[in-house]
């Protein structure tokens, strides 16, 4: 982790109040990081794609060795899509393939991290009893070859066919969480993630009266244990 890291954040913030919030703290986390980053506010449904091909670009250019790249994307969305600035939707896949083993030769074998703030359905957690969690870490010896899709962490705000919630002026419960753990605790990042789980599972919000539930989920093809302070 000696060399340099990037980020990426692509962020709507029309009609979503509360998201000015998200990118201050965001981007305190990324400069305590020392990750340098780079925000576009309202892309389009296109622009999403032109922004992750020139930040792939971007990297692949850099001077000095890349040790990480970090992209946090928010928006309205549903289950694997994006809604760009114009209502254009975005396949959250395409977004990813840019920074595979395969497109980015600058990431080949390094981690890559996605967080994705947008819903991913229109169900509303209501909670249940309280229930048992089970976290497992798989470590491989380095291969000849690797897969395709290894060295990445996907984490969205809410589980599929959720609702990822957002206050109009405190910001998203996802974004502002991670920022905060991430920024007082050291520790792999997948610890890291397990905490920010645990906080939001234990938060009760509150919408149209009602108590709602949600936590964000986790997926992993790390090699390695990832530490980012």
């Given at each position: 982790m ?11 913030t029309e009609?979503?109040?509360g998201?000015?919030a998200?990118?201050?703290?965001l981007?305190?986390?990324?400069r305590?990081?020392?990750?340098e ?26 001077a ?27 396949e ?7 920074l595979n ?7 080949r074998?390094?981690?890559?991290l ?5 819903c991913?359905?229109?169900h ?14 798989i470590?491989?010896e ?11 962490v ?58 709602r ?17």
């Amino acid at each position: 982790m000696s060399g340099a890291r990037l980020a990426l954040t692509l962020c709507v913030t029309e009609e979503r109040e509360g998201s000015k919030a998200d990118l201050d703290a965001l981007e305190r986390m990324f400069r305590q990081l020392r990750f340098e980053n780079t925000t576009k506010e309202n892309p389009t449904g296109r622009q999403f794609l032109e922004e992750m091909k020139a930040f792939q670009e971007t990297l692949d250019g850099w001077a000095e060795p890349v040790s990480c790249a970090f992209v946090v994307l928010m928006a309205h969305g549903d289950e694997g899509l994006l809604k760009g600035v114009d209502e254009e939707m975005v396949e959250l896949d395409n977004l990813f393939e840019a920074l595979n083993n395969k497109n980015c030769a600058a990431l080949r074998g390094k981690p890559k991290l996605f967080m994705v703030q947008a819903c991913r359905g229109e169900h509303r957690d209501l909670g249940e009893a309280i229930g048992g969690d089970q976290v497992a870490v798989i470590e491989q010896e380095h291969p000849q070859t690797i897969p395709t899709y290894t060295d990445t962490v996907h984490v969205y705000a809410t589980m599929e066919g959720h609702i990822a919630y957002r206050h109009d002026k405190d910001g998203s419960s996802f974004i502002q969480t991670v920022a905060d753990v991430f920024t007082k605790k050291k520790g792999p990042v997948l610890e890291l993630l397990t905490e920010v789980t645990r906080r939001m599972a234990e938060a009760e919000l509150m919408q149209e009266g009602r108590v709602r539930k949600v936590n964000p989920e986790i997926m992993s093809t790390l090699r390695k244990r990832l530490y980012l302070q």
